[in-house]
């Protein structure tokens, strides 16, 4: 008992002089000095100029703080342009360190800090030297780290313990932000409402970066994990770990880098979105900020490869792809060494709906006016898209080879694919080379661009040889096709693409197509004869189970100010010949045809007496020296006879109206 009344007595007392000692921390440390050894610390760690205009606050609950206010970091000689303007830095300090005169702080906290760089990809490396190239103790274990680097082999595995391991803490970013200027663009971009801790202990210990930012009105979380830091900032290879999720886009990396003035990078890289052409536009490659997004998962996209990347290339292999559960395989290369970015490669698919792949990367956004914001159009998040949009054209060239073992362009089918797609100069286009198609051959090329107006533009190239028409027909949504047989087909046409009837109408070019062997089905030729002899206006209607045979059908037409010109459609039969010319309205589906069916005659007799007759037939006259004139015999196949008719209404219900 008397034992315990001293023990209890030295902690009142200790108690006592620690509470004492905490009310006189304010008269013991000095705001001058925690100012001071503030700016110092950072000029120290960063090479950097500091200022700080106002004295700090003190806090002493729960932790020892000083707040200091208004705060601006520049390169040195250079105060004009800060490097980051902070509206608050917070520092939590130990207070017994305080207590003997000592500064040290165990936390720095930025708060409504902005970093302002030119341009990040060339920044970071000249940041990194201007921190090894200062007097502070981050600057001396830089420089200690590239002589350690500069000596060591790949077979020297203690040389990594010979840096030098000094305490760094922890920093934490509270509502900042990174204004920068994109390569190439010159567009000026920030990232806002960055939140973000980034814990370091030991300059030889690894570091972590997690946090939450905000990129073009999206939430990106971000978690980054680096083994040798030091190394890293002494332009050596560190092994590394991203992630980036955001709604967009999510991204992960493994494997290492470094950060000198060749930045390198290498390691396995996977991606993977909801819709491609929503990422792309998140990312910034629409350059008009006046078109909005489409919110559509049609273009689904994920990647995993291994990278191997540098500031001017990026080399993508083993890619594993699937773009709106079309799987691929290939490799790839991306250039940054031009005005627009390049991109190379090969892709092999397994299945290619062509139409989908080609729309994906050439139409990315829509555009819409005030009025149509507000509109709800069922799946989209502002308007529908416009059928065909070019305004990639000028975001990047590519250079695409593309196979695969079975394809579709709409409702066509075809087997071994071998196609090619270019983006270059203001212009996209689609081509295949080659492909088993309608039961023979097809070649076929799609051009994109613009007028020199600024008016989208598309032209279709496409030459079939021995195709059955009837399936091909078929695949162009004419599920009762009229004409069946074996022939080639060729057509060049080009077209405004802003809407259907725009391309109907201002479509212009030519189609042609020969037929050999077919099938007219559904045309009774024998039934037309009588009534274009005995009836004065009549509807073509088809038949069934009838058809008219066809030895050879040819037939030319040009298109332009929304009508097709039938230059020349003949189709030639045993009964005789058809012909067609006139004009069909592309956009009221209406015939303005006029017609000629040629039917020979048949062969009249040598003689009109009957051979039974009993009567001598007489002899022919024979010609003598003294005959002058030659006897001229009537032809055994008199001229033709030819049926003439106009073709009016319409595509589906065609009258026919005979003519003299």
Do not use: C
Request: no cysteine; proline share 5%.
């Amino acid at each position: 008992m008397k034992l315990i009344r001293p023990v209890l007595a030295v902690i009142v007392i200790l108690a006592m002089l620690f509470a004492g000692a905490l009310a006189a921390l304010p008269y013991i440390v000095s705001t001058d000095s925690i100012r001071l050894h503030l700016a110092q610390n950072i000029s120290a760690w960063t090479g950097y100029s500091v200022e700080i205009r106002q004295p700090p606050r003190m806090s002493f609950f729960p932790v020892f703080r000083a707040s200091l206010s208004d705060v601006t970091v520049s390169k040195m000689g250079d105060a004009n342009t800060p490097f980051m303007a902070a509206e608050r830095i917070e520092v939590e300090m130990s207070p017994l360190d305080a207590l003997f005169g000592r500064v040290a702080f165990t936390e720095t906290r930025l708060i409504n800090a902005h970093f302002a760089l030119s341009e990040p990809v060339e920044d970071l490396p000249q940041f990194v030297n201007t921190l090894a190239s200062s007097s502070g103790r981050l600057g001396l274990a830089i420089r200690q780290a590239r002589n350690v680097t500069a000596r060591k082999t790949d077979s020297d595995q203690q040389s990594d313990k010979q840096l030098q391991t000094m305490p760094f803490g922890r920093l934490v970013l509270e509502n900042s932000s990174i204004g920068f200027t994109t390569r190439n663009t010159e567009r000026q971009e920030q990232i806002s409402k960055i939140n973000a801790s980034i814990d370091w202990p030991q300059t030889t210990s690894a570091a972590t970066v997690k946090g939450k930012a905000a990129w073009h009105d999206e939430t990106v979380d971000y978690n980054l994990n680096v083994a040798q830091p030091l190394l890293l900032l002494a332009r050596g290879m560190s092994q590394m770990s991203a992630q980036i999720t955001s709604k967009p886009l999510t991204i992960s990396f493994d494997g290492r880098s470094n950060i000198s003035e060749n930045i390198f990078t290498e390691g396995a890289f996977s991606l993977s979105s909801p819709s491609l052409s929503e990422s792309l536009h998140w990312v910034g490659l629409s350059s008009d900020a006046s078109y909005s997004l489409r919110a559509t998962a049609d273009d689904a996209f994920s990647i995993e490869t291994n990278v191997s990347a540098t500031p001017l290339r990026i080399k993508l292999s083993d890619i594993v792809l699937n773009l709106n559960n079309m799987p691929a395989k290939g490799a790839a290369e991306i250039g940054f060494g031009k005005q627009r970015p390049v991109v190379t490669g090969t892709l092999a698919f397994q299945t290619l709906n062509a139409v989908s792949f080609f729309h994906t990367v050439t139409t990315l956004v829509t555009k819409v006016s005030e009025d149509e914001e507000a509109k709800n159009y069922g799946g989209y998040r502002y308007a529908p898209p416009r059928m065909i949009d070019t305004r990639l054209l000028n975001s990047a060239d590519l250079d695409i080879r593309l196979s695969a073992q079975n394809a579709s362009i709409g409702a066509a089918q075809m087997t071994g694919l071998a196609a090619a797609l270019q983006i270059r100069d203001g212009q996209a286009i689609f081509d295949i080379g080659d492909a088993k198609a309608f039961k023979g051959s097809i070649q076929t090329s799609i051009k994109l661009s613009q007028t020199e107006d600024g008016q989208d533009n598309i032209g279709v190239r496409l030459n079939a040889a021995n195709i059955d028409s009837a399936v091909f027909l078929t695949a162009l949504g004419l599920n009762d096709p009229i004409l069946s047989g074996q022939g080639n087909l060729s057509v060049t046409a080009e077209t405004s693409p802003q809407s259907l009837q725009s391309m109907l109408r201002n479509a212009r070019g030519q189609i042609s197509f020969t037929l050999n062997n077919g099938r007219m089905l559904g045309f009774d030729l024998n039934d037309f004869i009588v009534k274009m002899k005995s009836e004065g206006f009549f509807a073509l209607q088809r038949r069934d189970k009838v058809s008219l045979d066809f030895k050879r059908l040819d037939v030319k037409a040009s298109l332009g100010d929304g009508v097709a010109t039938l230059e020349t459609t003949k189709a030639e039969t045993m009964q005789g010949a058809l012909s067609l010319t006139g004009i069909i309205p592309l956009t009221d589906r209406s015939l303005a045809l006029s017609g000629t069916l040629t039917l020979p005659q048949p062969a009249k007799e040598a003689a009109d007496t009957p051979a039974d007759s009993g009567q001598a037939t007489p002899p022919a006259p024979v010609a003598t020296p003294e005959t002058t004139e030659l006897t001229v015999t009537e032809p055994l196949f008199p001229p033709a006879e030819n049926l003439h008719f106009f073709v009016g209404g319409s595509w589906d219900r065609p009258f026919i109206s005979p003519s003299k």
